[in-house]
C-alpha cells in the first residue's frame, strides 16, 4: 500500500478539518505545520518515505499562510538533493470567499510540487454546474487543478458544507488509487 502524508497548515482549524476528510478517503497520514511554520519531530522523514505528498494551506491575501511558505522554504534542502523527486503530489485550500483566489493558491502548491520534480494529481471530478446543483454537491466551487473549499469567514469548524467535505474524501481516494497506479 502507498504511503501517503498530507502536509497542511491551519489557521483556524478548518483546513485541518479538510485534511482529515482527505487522509480519510486516501488512508494518509496527517502532518501539521504549527504555528510557527515548523514540522513536529520525524516530520521531515515522514515526507522523504512518503510516497504521495498532498500539501494544503488556507488561501490568506491570495495565497498560502506565511507558515506554509516557511515550510516551503525550507524544503530546498529536499530539493537540492531531489529527495522528493518523481512522489506523486496534490494540493488543497480553502477561503472565505468563493473565489477567493483560491487557485493562486493551488499554483504556488503546483510549483512547488514541479520544483520537486513530482507528479501532479488533480481532482478527476466533474463539476456541480447545473441550476439543479446546490452548495452540498461534489466539488460545487468546481476546481480541477486541486480541492477547494469555501467556508464563510463566521462559521465554525463544524459548518464546512458537506459537499466540500465529500469532495475531499473523495479527493484523497484519488490520490490514493493515482499513487498506487504510478508509483506501484
Known amino acids: 500500500m502507498a504511503k501517503i502524508v498530507v502536509v497542511f497548515h491551519s489557521g483556524y482549524g478548518h483546513t485541518q478539518r479538510l485534511a482529515a476528510q482527505i487522509a480519510s478517503g486516501a488512508d494518509a497520514e496527517l502532518l501539521a505545520i504549527d504555528a510557527e511554520g515548523n514540522l513536529p519531530e520525524g516530520g521531515w522523514e515522514r515526507l522523504a518515505a512518503a510516497d504521495a505528498i498532498v ?7 491570495g495565497t498560502v ?6 515550510f ?8 537540492f538533493t531531489q529527495q522528493w523527486k518523481d512522489k506523486v503530489f496534490a494540493g488543497f485550500t480553502n477561503s472565505a470567499t468563493m473565489n477567493g483566489d483560491k487557485l493562486s493558491t493551488l499554483h504556488y502548491l503546483f510549483t512547488l510540487a514541479m520544483q520537486h520534480s513530482g507528479i501532479w494529481v488533480g481532482t478527476g471530478m466533474m463539476p456541480s454546474n447545473t441550476k439543479a446543483a446546490g ?10 487543478s486541486g480541492a477547494m473549499a469555501q467556508t464563510p469567514s463566521d462559521a ?13 474524501r473523495q479527493f484523497g481516494k484519488r490520490v490514493a488509487e493515482a499513487t498506487a497506479r504510478i508509483r506501484g
Open 55 to 61: 500539501m494544503g494551506s488556507p488561501t490568506y491575501m
Open 65 to 70: 499562510s506565511w507558515q506554509f511558505k516557511k
Open 156 to 168: 465554525s469548524v463544524d459548518e464546512i458544507p458537506p459537499g466540500d467535505l465529500e469532495t475531499f
Open 72 to 79: 516551503a522554504d525550507a524544503s530546498s534542502k529536499a530539493w
Open 135 to 144: 452548495r452540498n454537491d461534489l466539488n460545487y466551487v468546481g476546481s480541477f
